[in-house]
């Protein structure tokens, strides 16, 4: 890691470190809100955001988001998490609540494409994605140059259909020794097995071209081509057992017509993609989706 931004991390957690946020999500009925401020209350707590969502105010479901900040939170963390179990018991709520000065640990995987790599090293390097990018994992060598020369380590493991299992098997090991919290697939061009997603549900990030499924497999530009497609776009989304259909976070798109060749359009695709899985990464480690199901609740 580089000295500015192991500076800028630092920093960024001195600042943080008597702030928290809270995300819940539950069968909707009232108190819910009262309750939650109540108990921060006692703790001292102020408010600083609350962003709420219901799916029907009479049976449905109610989610939300909450920063707080107490002068000694950095002191109570596990004693205030612990004494919210007993509201979280009463509402039936699902939640988790997280310390932004506990920065994510995150795993980069890349194979040939560098485009959405370098977006997500230069945000990381401005200051702009507050995460600790701790080791960067790929199937070809294309990658080793750039990575280094941020001070991450560069892990190249050859991957393919017949030696998947063992692969997955060191990377499995190499993850847990780096003790990553976020796995993000910047083109990562293999296909992960159940074994490896359930390591990691919900903390796999991939982004892919919003052709499909319209157009699956090779060369997918080639055939919107053809086909003559007015809009192309990315989607940043979980990834689950089911390829390239988990839980969308993030979409984006632009017009192309006919003076568009097929490099145009590629060139546009790429440029959506960056944008779309960096604000995918970013929101993630800011604690702001919520899983429901298939889709996802961002506030």
Known sequence: MSRQVDKQLQEYKEKQKNKGCLLVRCP???G?????????????????????YSTNPEGGDFFIRIEF??????????????????????????????????????AIFVSKELHCI???????????????????????????????????????????????REVETQQLKWLEEYQVDLIVLARYMQILTPVFVEAHPKKIINIHHSFLPAFVGARPYDRAYQRGVKLIGATGHYVTNDLDEGPIIEQDI???????????????????????????VKWHIEDRIIVDGNKTIVF
Do not use: C
């Open 28 to 30: 909707d009925r009232p």
């Open 254 to 280: 632009n017009r192309v017509d006919h003076t568009d060749n097929i490099e145009d359009m590629k060139k546009i695709g790429r440029s959506i993609e960056r944008s779309v899985l960096a604000r995918s």
């Open 32 to 52: 819910i809100v009262a309750s939650i401020s109540r108990f921060l209350f006692q703790y001292n707590a102020n408010i600083i955001t609350s962003n709420q």
């Open 118 to 164: 370098r977006e997500l090293l230069f945000e990381w390097q401005s200051g702009d994605l507050m995460t600790e990018i701790v080791v960067v994992i790929s199937n070809h060598q294309e990658a080793k140059e750039l990575v280094e020369g941020f001070g991450i380590p560069f892990l190249h493991l050859p991957a393919s259909k017949e030696n998947r």
């Open 69 to 106: 900040a107490s002068p000694s939170l950095h002191e109570n963390r596990n004693e205030i998490k612990k004494s919210f179990e007993a509201i979280a018991e009463n509402f039936s709520m699902d939640w988790k609540m997280t310390f932004p000065s506990e920065v994510k640990r995150t």
